[in-house]
Nanobody
Framework: QVQLVESGGGLVQAGGSLRLSCAPSGRTFGIYAMGWFRQAPGKDREFVATITWNGDTTDYAGSVKGRFTISKGNVKNTVYLQMNSLKPEDTAVYYC?????????????????WGQGTQVTVSS
């Protein structure tokens, strides 16, 4: 089992910044990639960003490319999502996810473990 705990959400004005953190614990050996997804009210969960466990490869949704940065720390393998130039349309619950297996993915169904989510609200 893998446990994922997100933190860092909150309320911010448009144009502001937030940094989300995801701390994985438990049986993390074998995780191939970590991802961030988000779900706004009445919408499907959507891909935001992903990073391989070794930190070498990242991928972003087009809507956040150039504004968000995913990274992974060496201490406790915490995964971060730095969000800059936030827009009201970024308002959602943000979820961290872990994927086993040997390929990266932007598909939520291919991730094996999920955190509880953290709310991000961007006011106009």
């Amino acid at each position: 089992q893998v446990q994922l705990v997100e933190s860092g959400g909150g309320l911010v004005q448009a144009g502001g910044s937030l940094r989300l953190s995801c701390a994985p614990s438990g049986r993390t050996f074998g995780i191939y990639a970590m991802g961030w997804f988000r779900q706004a009210p009445g919408k499907d969960r959507e891909f935001v960003a992903t990073i391989t466990w070794n930190g070498d490869t990242t991928d972003y949704a087009g809507s956040v490319k150039g504004r968000f940065t995913i990274s992974k720390g060496n201490v406790k393998n915490t995964v971060y999502l730095q969000m800059n130039s936030l827009k009201p349309e970024d308002t959602a619950v943000y979820y961290c996810a872990a994927k086993f297996g040997g390929s990266g993915s932007t598909m939520s169904g291919e991730y094996d473990y999920w955190g509880q989510g953290t709310q991000v609200t961007v006011s106009s």
